[in-house]
């Protein structure tokens, strides 16, 4: 069964304090990792997809690697606006993502 | 480009009703997936359409449907309510083949 789980459930930083979250998976046919961002009552927005061990994408403050069983986001130097839930996925199958339950991240100024 | 559009954006209601929630995808779009979003179990995979076609299901009972029409738009429907049904209900395009899905804003489902 294909599984995903993200650690830690929960962050709280400093602003300026950098940090990571961990993305770990079991998958028989990976189709891609995926990393998305939640708001509060908003649908979640995408922001990575890696495809292969030592792949790495970037987007502002936000770092995502990859390798065989897990995955990475490292935060450098965040700000109170990157306070969400940061959500890890798995594609398997057409169009299918499973997804971990998600880190939940404050970061307070 | 505008992006996934759902609605209603909020419903209440009864126990043992039925509700249909309706999704446009991304332009160009022709994969529509839906997930159900709950505090404690996270986001699950419903089911996924292409072309008018069922290609994928989750693990969820029958109650739970859905279908695409032509244009790619997409319904889900739940019969027979129950209060475990409460949740946010996302809708997600991509194109396809292609695992990189854009989510819309969800339609938040409360059942009394």
């Known amino acids: 069964e294909d599984q995903v789980t993200q650690s830690p459930e929960a962050l709280r930083l400093q602003e300026g304090e950098s940090s990571s979250l961990n993305c770990s998976y079991t998958?028989?046919?990976?189709?891609?990792l995926f990393w998305y961002r939640q708001d509060p009552g908003k649908g979640p927005e995408f922001l990575f997809t890696?495809?292969?061990a030592g792949e790495e994408k970037e987007k502002e403050r936000l770092k995502a690697t990859l390798t065989k069983k897990e995955s990475f986001l490292h935060i450098t130097a965040p700000k109170p606006e990157d306070s969400a839930t940061y959500l890890c996925?798995?594609?398997?199958?057409?169009?299918?993502?499973?997804f971990g339950k998600g880190t939940m991240l404050l970061v307070s100024p | 480009k505008a992006g996934v559009t759902q609605t209603p954006r909020y419903l209440i209601k009864t126990r043992g009703q039925q509700v249909t929630l309706s999704c446009s995808p991304i332009?160009?779009?022709?994969?529509v997936s839906w997930y159900q979003q709950t505090p404690g179990q996270g986001l699950q995979f419903l089911f996924e359409?292409?072309?008018?076609?069922?290609?994928n299901k989750g693990n969820f009972p029958g109650r739970f449907s859905g279908r695409q029409f032509s244009n790619s738009r997409s319904e889900m429907n739940v019969s027979t309510l129950e209060l475990g049904d409460s949740a946010l209900y996302l809708c997600?395009?991509?194109?396809?083949?292609?695992?990189?899905?854009?989510f819309g804003p969800g339609t938040r489902l409360t059942v009394l």
């Open positions: 997600a395009s991509s194109l396809p083949d292609s695992n990189e899905q854009f």
């Open positions: 998958v028989s046919g990976l189709r891609g």
């Open positions: 890696l495809y292969s």
């Open positions: 996925a798995v594609g398997t199958g057409y169009s299918t993502l499973t």
């Open positions: 332009s160009g779009h022709r994969s």
């Open positions: 359409y292409f072309s008018e076609t069922q290609r």
